[in-house]
Nanobody, 118 residues
């Protein structure tokens, strides 16, 4: 199992920036990909961005050009740089790990709240 710990959320005005961090521990050698997901009240959890161990990235259409995912493999950390934030980006942001053999993201952090004031 992989343990994930997010940080970096907060309150920011529209147009501002935030950087989220996620630190993985435990069976990190089993990780194939890590991703950032978000969930607003009453909505389903959706993918924001993901990055594989080969640095292949995927982004949700609504964040392309504004958000950047990156990782530091030596520290087992993944980051999400969020620029030009909009009110609709307000949500709880979760870090997830996709491990070999699991077929899905099945390890999650506790989440960090991002609130964008319009």
């Amino acid at each position: 199992q992989v343990q994930l710990d997010e940080s970096g959320g907060g309150l920011v005005p529209a147009g501002g920036s935030l950087r989220l961090s996620c630190t993985a521990s435990g069976r990190t050698f089993t990780i194939y990909s890590m991703g950032w997901f978000r969930q607003a009240p009453g909505a389903e959890r959706e993918l924001v961005a993901s990055i594989t161990i080969n640095d292949a990235t995927t982004y949700g259409d609504y964040v392309k050009g504004r958000f950047t995912i990156s990782r530091d493999s030596a520290k087992n950390e993944v980051y999400l740089q969020m620029n030009n934030l909009k009110a609709e980006d307000t949500a709880s942001y979760y870090c997830g790990a996709f491990t070999y053999g699991s077929g899905q993201y099945n390890d999650w952090g506790q989440g960090t709240q991002v609130t964008v004031a319009s």
